[in-house]
């Protein structure tokens, strides 16, 4: 399973897909983007187009969301992963004949509902988000006790004292509850998914018509093209990978990229004031690295499935896109530190 996170600027990618999740991440950037937009606007004793108001706090509110799924979605994404790993067959579930028995994760749901409370009565009013919400937040009020049972089970071993029969009881209990999350949660995300998109594209348009902003908009093209590239690895086998279209994105993405690069390295002193840019920079190769170890093993038809790390550490083989996936989260996360 694979996990994508929501950038604050960009659109969300699905949760759960390619063998079952995928991790969100692209969080709270946006609003502040576009806050920082209005402020410095208003700074130079220009109005504030109503627009560019509107999408300020619409990406506040969205941000809120966001931040949430970011962190609570992709624990749950972790702690699914974790308790899958060991068993050999999801329709059976546990035995306590399984050679290593890892349990799973907490999930910590009550974290991400401060952001869910928040976003509730922050404006504008969005009712088909704000009741994907309310689905999201009773759909992980359900998991959440299940997942708390059954790590404490599995972390103090108590498997050993009654030959595994309370973990075969809590594991359709605990399928069904997963289940149900990935139901709600493709729901929320995808209607946080459409605004915030929209958000960003109409934020990238005033960026590339502000010549004073140049540094950001290349920043953000670069993220754009990156977001077009990974949901081409959206595959559970190699088979599955279009190379035509995977090679086009990429080479797309790389070009993007060396565009921020050579700009970056001919404005020294705009990039020095840009907070995280090194490291923003830095994640993106690492991307790109991963990105075109993929590619490579397409082209020579190596598939990534058979490696020794496949199941258990996907995201340690080089070219699997478990690890495409995580780079570009690391990346995301870098963007979302920013600050120009």
Not at 107 to 131: G, M, Q
Not at 217 to 242: F, P, R
Request: overall charge neutral; some cysteine.
């Amino acid at each position: 399973m694979n996990n994508l996170f929501f950038a604050a600027a960009l659109g969300v990618v699905s949760l759960f897909s390619l063998g079952g999740c995928k991790q969100i991440a692209e969080a709270r950037k946006a609003a502040e983007a576009l806050k920082a937009a209005a402020s410095a606007v208003a700074d130079k004793g220009t109005a504030v187009s109503s627009e560019e108001d509107k999408d300020a706090q619409l990406g506040s509110k969205l941000s809120e969301y966001i931040s949430c799924m970011n962190g609570t979605s992709k624990r749950v994404i972790d702690s699914r992963n974790r308790y899958l790993s060991w068993i050999a067959d999801e329709k059976v579930g546990p035995t306590g004949k399984e050679r290593n028995i890892y349990g799973l994760y907490d999930i910590n749901a009550d974290t991400c509902f401060p952001n869910l409370e928040r976003a509730k009565t922050a404006p504008p009013a969005l009712p088909e988000v704000e009741s994907a919400a309310a689905e999201y937040r009773k759909a992980l009020e359900e998991l959440d006790p299940l997942v708390k049972q059954a790590n404490k089970y599995y972390d103090q071993n108590d498997y050993k004292d009654d030959k595994m029969a309370k973990g075969k009881q809590l594991h359709p209990q605990l399928m069904n509850a997963f289940a149900k999350f990935e139901q709600v949660s493709k729901g929320f995300e995808d209607r946080v998914t459409t605004l915030n998109d929209a958000v960003n594209a109409r934020q990238f348009a005033r960026l590339e018509k502000d010549p004073s902003r140049r540094l950001q908009y290349l920043s953000q093209k670069s993220l754009n093209e990156a977001k077009a590239l990974i949901k081409l690895t959206d595959i559970a086998e190699l088979k599955e990978l279009d190379l035509q279209k995977y090679d086009v994105a990429l080479q797309t993405y790389d070009k993007a990229l060396t565009e921020l690069e050579q700009y970056a390295d001919s404005h020294k002193a705009e990039t020095s004031r840009a907070m995280m840019f090194s490291s923003y920079l830095s994640s993106s190769k690492n991307f790109l690295k991963s990105a075109k170890e993929l590619l490579r093993r397409k082209r020579d038809n190596k598939d990534f499935n058979k490696e020794f790390f496949s199941k258990s550490s996907p995201s340690m083989v080089d070219g699997h896109p478990a690890q495409v996936i995580e780079t570009y989260n690391r990346m995301i996360g870098d963007s979302n530190n920013l600050r120009y």
